[in-house]
């Protein structure tokens, strides 16, 4: 059993800009020996992606579309993957989330729960929606699929990171329950737990510089906000059949920090 992902049928959802974590993922699944289709959003952040996926170390098979609000959306996107390109999926990454600005940044007890329903929608419960609409792929893998999330250390709370805290927390939530009810089906679900990075949604939150400082200087191996590899090797692992054995677990790849109380 190795780390190879060669073979492999990876659809990688939530790639941006080359700072994306998702980017990252994608890249690191490539090098691995995975065939990729990357997706986001329509309109803008698609047309974002498919400039910059020309800097993948490989060209992936192909960039798609859907809101992870809009079910109609995911289910079409299966089924074109059915119809135009795979009969299976063995790895689904989720690199997604949003909240609204007034949900973030120092704003906690005033946001209306209409923004924090958004919030949950997009970065949690989209979890649930995007495995469930590829699961007729992923029950096809003959490997065994690999379904992976990234989380932000949801056991406690952050200055600045307000509703996103409880989406995270609530993701990893789902991450369990999607790991107990696909298992049977010999699907793993897993979440890893990165520590600050600098991308589009990282920068969107006020105040995210002060905290990815104090990372830097208190994690036990350092921590680079400019590096999301560490974060993407960790995603390639658990899409391995090295990683055959874990499900429903939060892996943290913050340099260490959360091991530390101060
Ligand atoms: N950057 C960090 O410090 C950090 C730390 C821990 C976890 N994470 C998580 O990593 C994941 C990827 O985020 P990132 O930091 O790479 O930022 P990013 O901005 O590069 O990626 C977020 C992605 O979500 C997509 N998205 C937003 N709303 C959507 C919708 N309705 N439908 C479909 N796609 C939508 C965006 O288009 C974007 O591609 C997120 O879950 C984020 O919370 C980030």
Redesign the pocket.
């Known amino acids: 059993m190795s780390m190879s992902l060669t073979g492999r049928k990876s659809l990688v959802?939530?790639?941006?800009?080359e700072?994306?974590?998702?980017?990252n993922i994608a890249a690191a699944a490539m090098k691995a020996g995975a065939d990729v289709i990357l997706a986001?959003?329509p309109g803008r952040?698609w047309a974002i992606?498919s400039r910059v996926s020309h800097r993948l170390p490989k060209v992936p098979l192909v960039c798609m579309s859907?809101?992870?609000?809009k079910p109609g959306d995911l289910q079409s996107m299966a089924e074109e993957i059915q119809r135009d390109y795979w009969k299976s999926l063995d790895g689904v990454v989720?690199?997604?989330?949003?909240a609204p600005q007034d949900a973030l940044g120092g704003n906690f007890l005033n946001t209306p729960f209409e923004s924090v329903s958004t919030a949950m929608n997009?970065?949690a419960f989209?979890l649930k929606a995007l495995t469930a609409s590829m699961l007729p792929l992923l029950e096809k893998s003959e490997f065994g699929a690999s379904v992976v999330?990234?989380?932000?250390n949801a056991g406690v709370a952050w200055p600045v990171y307000d509703w996103?805290g409880p989406t995270?927390a609530a993701?990893e939530s789902v991450n369990h329950y999607l790991a107990r009810d696909l298992g049977p089906k010999g699907i793993r679900v897993n979440a890893v737990?990165?520590?600050?990075?600098?991308?589009?949604?990282?920068e969107?939150i006020p105040g995210?510089d002060e905290l990815?400082k104090v990372w830097s200087e208190r994690a036990p191996l350092g921590w680079d906000?400019s590096d999301?590899t560490p974060v993407a090797d960790t995603v390639a692992f658990l899409l391995s059949d090295a990683a055959r054995a874990i499900t429903g677990q939060v892996l943290h790849v913050d340099g260490g920090f959360s091991a530390v109380g101060a």
Do not use: C, R
Request: proline content about 4%; charged content about 5%; hydrophobic content about 50%.
């Open positions: 959802f939530g790639v941006l800009t700072t994306s974590i998702g980017f986001n959003a952040p992606m859907a809101d992870v609000t989720h690199a997604v989330a949003f997009v970065s989209s999330s990234l989380t932000f996103m995270k993701l737990d990165s520590g600050p990075i600098t991308t589009m949604a990282g969107s995210f990815a906000t999301a």
